[in-house]
């Protein structure tokens, strides 16, 4: 299984940028799909952000669309969500996961294998 370390969140105010950061433990991350999820209070986690192996196939909930970008650099065995315009109902505690299986990137959580511990968002109005 894949070790993932989530950082990069904090408190921010409404309008400011971030950009999470997940490493990975080994070079398996590199055949896998990767994805950003979130987790508000009182709400289920939710998708946010997927990207195939090669980074050249990404997508977006469309509640980010526009605003935030995922990248990933196979050779650092590292994921990224860069997180612009950030609004109040951007706080939650962000996930990034590994898909199972090599392939296309999913939106639903139950083909992700690995997790990370999470990294905290909080932004003020």
């Known amino acids: 299984q894949v070790h993932l370390v989530e950082s990069g969140g904090g408190l921010v105010q409404a309008g400011d940028s971030l950009r999470l950061s997940c490493a990975a433990s080994?070079?398996?991350?590199?055949?896998?799909?990767m994805g950003w999820f979130r987790q508000a209070p009182g709400k289920e986690r939710e998708f946010v952000a997927g990207?195939?192996?090669?980074?050249?196939?990404?997508y977006y909930a469309d509640s980010v669309k526009g605003r935030f970008t995922i990248s990933k650099d196979n050779a650092k065995n590292t994921v990224w969500l860069r997180m612009d315009t950030l609004k109040p109902d951007d706080t939650a505690v962000y996930y990034c996961?590994?898909?199972?299986?090599?392939?296309?990137?999913?939106?639903?959580?139950?083909?992700?294998?690995?997790w990370g511990q999470g990294t905290q968002v909080i932004v003020t109005s």
């Open positions: 080994e070079r398996t991350f590199s055949d896998h799909a």
């Open positions: 996961a590994v898909d199972r299986a090599a392939g296309p990137v999913h939106i639903s959580e139950t083909y992700y294998g690995s």
């Open positions: 990207i195939n192996w090669s980074g050249g196939a990404r």
